[in-house]
């Protein structure tokens, strides 16, 4: 297959759909464009090893220089889209330019929700240009104020205590990582960031932050205050559309797509934190801020390209790991979903489960990978047992896992 493919967003999405074209056949001009000056990178290091200054470049890169010029891969840095002319199949670039397109695939990403502020001292943390900002204003403040509770705020405040730093966290939930996980992970979460000397303020609904860097001041509707030398608005994402929204095709949550990726224009796609998919159990199309389905998105949006079956939809899951100890969650969790704690072998470990009318509809592990996969595997396989075996302890989720596959066989 030949012509060009254009590829607008050189995060994980697109630079897995550039890779999965070249490596599932396609001989035309791939050109991968990234409006960030770095070559494409993992993300999820940013608040973590690069915050924290550890991170090994080699292990940063999702690929070195030379292996996408190996692909025959056009990548393109610090360059960026400014129109979409359907019509006649066309980008136009910031730099003037312009280049044709047979495919196009948008996996354009999502901005950091902020919030008003300080002129100075307020941060946010998206990208790897956010990073030494954000490390030298706690460095020389000794002081961090985290607004958000989600996996890239509690990240932030366990990185910002190993480089030292006092740390605060507040939020408007509950519990921390509920949009991810039970709260019964939020409660092991919030223990963890106690024994590590950061303290969680729940339902916190602030009325202002002001001040200036080095003296910030954080006032809730309750009067509750806060005082440090930064802030980071760690507070979501809002997926970029605006590309999308000028081309004309159609918007939601995110850039509306079906289970191919394929937008409302045929020959245009979008995958990654732009995209919203469709989910046919549910009839909504749902958006997914997790680096595995980015990957899993940009597979498929390049077989779609390609005229491939698109795998099937994969279990979405992610994970966090916070003072050395890595939390992982699949599935979508509900406030009303039945809740099953499965002890580990030792205190520190802990698997949740979430039901709904028997069949496990998605759950949480801390320090325990192996049940943490075999849950993705019966969340995958829609699994139904009744109360009493999810409980058990003693019936490993792996047997589960041989069971159903057993009985799909027959």
């Not at 999965?20 to 960030?36: P, Q």
């Not at 129109?83 to 047979?102: K, W």
């Not at 899951?317 to 099953?340: C, K, L």
Request: aromatic share 4%.
């Amino acid at each position: 297959m030949s012509g060009r493919v254009v590829i607008v967003g050189a995060g994980v999405a697109g630079a897995t759909a550039a890779r999965t074209l070249r490596t599932d056949g396609y001989t035309g001009e791939i050109v991968l464009i990234g409006a960030e000056a770095h070559l494409p990178y993992r993300r999820p290091m940013v608040s973590k090893e690069l915050l924290a200054g550890t991170a090994d470049e080699r292990r940063l890169l999702l690929e070195p220089a030379e292996s996408w010029r190996g692909l025959g891969i056009d990548l393109r840095p610090d360059i960026t889209v400014d129109n979409i002319d359907v019509e006649r199949d066309r980008v136009h670039l910031a730099d003037g330019t312009s280049l044709g397109y047979d495919a196009l695939i948008l996996a354009t990403g999502a901005r950091a929700r902020t919030l008003p502020g300080p002129a100075s001292g307020a941060y946010t943390l998206r990208t790897a240009g956010d990073v030494d900002a954000l490390r030298a204003a706690v460095v020389s403040g000794g002081s961090l104020l985290v607004v958000g509770s989600g996996l890239v705020g509690c990240e932030v405040a366990a990185t910002v205590r190993g480089l030292g730093a006092a740390v605060t966290i507040v939020h408007a939930g509950d519990a921390p990582l509920e949009r991810v996980a039970p709260a019964v992970i939020g409660a092991h979460c919030r223990n963890l960031h106690a024994d590590n000397g950061v303290e969680i303020h729940d339902a916190v609904v602030l009325d202002r932050i002001d001040g200036d860097e080095g003296d910030i001041r954080a006032l809730a509707a309750d009067g509750r205050r806060w005082n440090a030398a930064a802030v980071l608005v760690a507070i979501g994402a809002e997926p970029d559309v605006e590309l999308a929204r000028r081309a004309g095709l159609a918007i939601g949550d995110g850039i509306l797509v079906d289970e191919s990726g394929t937008t409302s224009t045929p020959n245009i796609f979008a995958a990654g934190d732009a995209a919203a998919v469709y989910d046919p159990d549910c009839g909504v199309h749902r958006r997914t801020e997790q680096w595995n389905s980015a990957q899993a998105q940009g597979v498929a949006v390049a077989k779609s390209v390609l005229g491939q079956p698109v795998p099937s939809d994969e279990v979405t899951w992610g994970w966090t790991t916070q003072y050395g100890v890595t939390i992982q969650f699949a599935g979508r969790p509900h406030p009303d979903d039945e809740v099953v704690v499965r002890p580990g072998a030792t205190p520190d470990r802990i698997t949740v489960l979430s039901l709904r009318a028997g069949r496990l509809a998605a759950a949480a592990a801390v320090a325990s990978p192996a049940d943490l996969r075999a849950a993705r595997t019966l969340i995958g396989a829609r699994a139904v047992h009744d109360l009493a075996t999810w409980s058990d302890v003693s019936i490993p989720l792996q047997e589960l896992v041989i069971a159903t596959e057993l009985s799909g066989r027959h």
